[in-house]
């Protein structure tokens, strides 16, 4: 199971850091991600951190986002500065059981465990 937290409203330019906690199975060594999804849009993949703490991005975020994770705590981390309105949408957080390579890690199919979704909302 999986739990995000961290989502609130934020002005244009700021920070927020988002937390997915997991709870009845460590995924230490497995892949844990981080996807969006805005208002009738598809859900569209935000960060991946993989084996060995790889990381990936998706295009929007690069530079901006940053995501760790916390194997004793079980928790994966999505650190989102200089935030925009286009990063408005709901944050979802993910895990694999399974390793992924990096092209199936974006999509949101690879993943089998899903959080319940955590509401960010970029406003003046």
């Known amino acids: 199971q999986l739990q995000a937290s961290g989502g609130g409203l934020v002005l244009p330019g700021g920070s927020l850091r988002l937390a997915c906690e997991a709870s009845g199975r460590t995924f230490t060594g497995y892949p844990m991600a981080w996807f969006r999804q805005a208002p009738g849009k598809e859900r569209d993949f935000v960060a991946v951190?993989?084996?060995?703490?790889?990381?990936s991005y998706g295009d929007g975020v690069k530079g901006r986002f940053t995501i760790s994770r916390d194997n004793a705590k079980n928790t994966a981390y999505l650190q989102m500065n200089s935030l925009s309105l286009e990063d408005t949408a709901v944050y979802y957080c993910?895990?694999?059981?399974?390793?992924?390579?990096?092209?199936?890690?974006?999509?949101?199919?690879?993943?089998?465990?899903w959080g319940q979704g955590t509401q960010v909302t970029v406003s003046s």
């Open positions: 951190i993989r084996r060995g703490s790889m990381t």
């Open positions: 993910a895990a694999s059981r399974r390793n992924l390579i990096l092209s199936e890690s974006w999509r949101p199919a690879a993943y089998d465990y």
